[in-house]
C-alpha cells in the first residue's frame, strides 16, 4: 500500500464549478498537509499546507484535513480556465515526505 | 523574495554522456533536495542535504549519479554517464521547517 493515494483523474470541469479533490493516507504520524499546483514543464508552485487537523482558505482555495480518516481535500470555487494544472498533495512527518501522483484538472471556458 | 533558481531548463544529451544540473536555494534554507519526476508521476526524492551534509542519500543511484553541496548553498547534481531511461525532470526544492519550495526543474532528454 502506497503511503498516499490520489486519483490521477483526470478531471474536467466548466469554468464556474467547484472543483473537489482528495487524498488519502496510511500513516497517522503525518503532521503538515500540502497542495502543490504543478503547469505543464514548471516545478510544483506550493499553494496551502495545513498542520494537524482542520480547514484553511485563501481566496478560492480551501483545504481540509480530516487526520480522524486520514483524508485531506482541496476545493476550487468559481473554477478559471487558468487553474488547468496537476495538483499533488504532500505530507510529512519528521524525516518522511510523500507526494501523491497528482491529479490532472482541466477547467473547460 | 527570490524562489529555488536552477539551470539549464532544458538540456538533451545522447546517451553515455555526462550531465551536470546546478541549484540555488531559497536564500536562509537550509535543507536542500534534489528530486527526479518522471511523466504522470509524482517527484521522487534523490537526495537531501542539511547544510554541507548528505543526510539521505538512500534513492541516489550512486554508480552515475553524484551531487554536492560544498558550500551549504549552491548543488550540483551530476549524472555520468547518462542513460536513455534518466530522461525525466530534475526538481531542486528548500526548506526551512516542513514545508517544500521547488524551483522549475530541469527537463532532461537522453537520445
Known amino acids: 500500500q502506497k503511503e498516499v493515494e490520489q486519483d490521477p483523474g483526470p478531471l474536467s470541469v466548466p469554468e464556474g464549478a467547484i472543483v473537489s479533490l482528495n487524498c488519502t493516507y496510511s500513516?497517522?504520524?503525518?503532521?503538515?498537509f500540502m497542495w502543490y499546483r504543478q503547469y505543464s514543464r514548471k516545478g510544483p508552485e506550493l499553494l496551502m499546507y495545513t498542520y494537524s487537523s482542520g480547514n484553511k482558505e485563501d481566496g478560492r482555495f480551501t483545504a481540509q484535513v480530516d487526520k480522524s480518516s486520514k483524508y485531506i481535500s482541496l476545493f476550487i470555487r468559481d473554477s478559471q480556465p487558468s487553474d488547468s494544472a496537476t495538483y499533488l498533495c504532500a505530507m510529512s512527518a519528521p524525516n518522511q515526505f510523500y507526494f501523491g501522483t497528482g491529479t490532472s484538472l482541466t477547467v473547460i471556458p | 523574495e527570490a524562489g529555488v533558481v536552477q539551470s539549464p531548463r532544458y538540456k538533451i544529451i545522447e546517451k553515455k554522456q555526462p550531465v551536470a544540473f546546478w541549484c540555488n536555494p531559497i536564500s536562509g534554507h537550509n535543507t536542500l533536495y534534489w528530486y527526479r519526476q518522471n511523466l504522470g508521476q509524482g517527484p521522487e526524492l534523490l537526495i537531501r542535504?542539511?547544510?554541507?551534509?548528505?543526510?539521505?542519500d538512500s534513492q541516489l543511484p550512486k554508480d552515475r549519479f553524484s551531487a554536492e553541496r560544498l558550500k551549504g548553498v549552491d548543488s550540483t547534481l551530476k549524472i555520468q554517464p547518462a542513460e536513455l531511461g534518466d530522461s525525466a525532470v530534475y526538481l531542486c526544492?528548500?526548506?526551512?521547517?516542513?514545508?517544500?519550495?521547488f524551483g522549475p526543474g530541469t527537463r532532461l532528454t537522453v537520445l
Open positions: 500513516n497517522s504520524a503525518f503532521q503538515y
Open positions: 542535504y542539511e547544510n554541507e551534509e548528505a543526510v539521505d
Open positions: 526544492a528548500s526548506s526551512q521547517d516542513r514545508v517544500r519550495f
